[in-house]
C-alpha cells in the first residue's frame, strides 16, 4: 500500500468520524502527493517532508505575528503529517553517521563541511531534518 493510499484511507476515516480539522489537513496533504505523482516527483517521503517544514515555518511565523492560535493550527498540521514520516534518528545515531562521514572524507576543517555534508545526507535518507545534521557537522569540524 503507498503512502497516498494510506492518508486516503485515513482520509475516508476523518470524514465518517466528523473531524473537520483532520479532513481538511488530510485533503491538503493527499492533494499534494497526487500532484507529485502526477508530476512524476515520486517521492512522496519527500513531499510529506516538504510540507512539514512548510507548516512548521508557517507556526513560527505566526507565533511572531502574535497569532498563537493560528501557529497551533499549523503545529497540529504539521503533527499530523509527522505520523507518515518514518522514526527520526536520535542524537547518537546522528552523530555516528557524522562521524563515519568526517573520517571517509578525511575532513579536518569547517571548510570540509560541503564534503561531509554531501557523504553523510544519503545515509539520513530523510530520517533528520539538514538543519540538524549540519549542526552536529561544524560542531564535530570545530
Known amino acids: 500500500m503507498t503512502l497516498a493510499d494510506r492518508v486516503k484511507q485515513d482520509l475516508t476515516s476523518a470524514m465518517k468520524?466528523?473531524?473537520?480539522d483532520r479532513v481538511g489537513a488530510l485533503?491538503?496533504?493527499?492533494?499534494?502527493?497526487?500532484?507529485?505523482a502526477k508530476e512524476g516527483g515520486g517521492d512522496e517521503l519527500a513531499v510529506l517532508?516538504?510540507?512539514?517544514?512548510?507548516?512548521?515555518?508557517?507556526?513560527?511565523?505566526?507565533?511572531?505575528?502574535?497569532r498563537p492560535e493560528l501557529a497551533q493550527a499549523e503545529e497540529a498540521e504539521a503533527q499530523l503529517i509527522t505520523a507518515y514520516l518514518p522514526a527520526e534518528l536520535s542524537d547518537d545515531e546522528l552523530r555516528a553517521?557524522?562521524?563515519?562521514?568526517?573520517?571517509q572524507?578525511?575532513?579536518?576543517?569547517?571548510?570540509?563541511?560541503?564534503?561531509v555534508m554531501k557523504a553523510?545526507?544519503?545515509?539520513v535518507a530523510g530520517r533528520a531534518d539538514g538543519k540538524r545534521v549540519?549542526?552536529?557537522v561544524q560542531e564535530t569540524l570545530r
Do not use: N, Y
Open 17 to 20: 468520524a466528523g473531524e473537520k
Open 27 to 36: 485533503r491538503l496533504v493527499l492533494s499534494e502527493l497526487q500532484k507529485a
Open 49 to 66: 517532508r516538504r510540507e512539514r517544514k512548510r507548516r512548521q515555518e508557517s507556526a513560527a511565523a505566526f507565533r511572531e505575528g502574535g
Open 97 to 103: 553517521i557524522v562521524a563515519e562521514a568526517v573520517l
Open 105 to 115: 572524507t578525511g575532513a579536518q576543517s569547517p571548510k570540509d563541511m560541503g564534503q
Open 120 to 123: 553523510a545526507m544519503p545515509r
Open 134 to 136: 549540519s549542526a552536529l
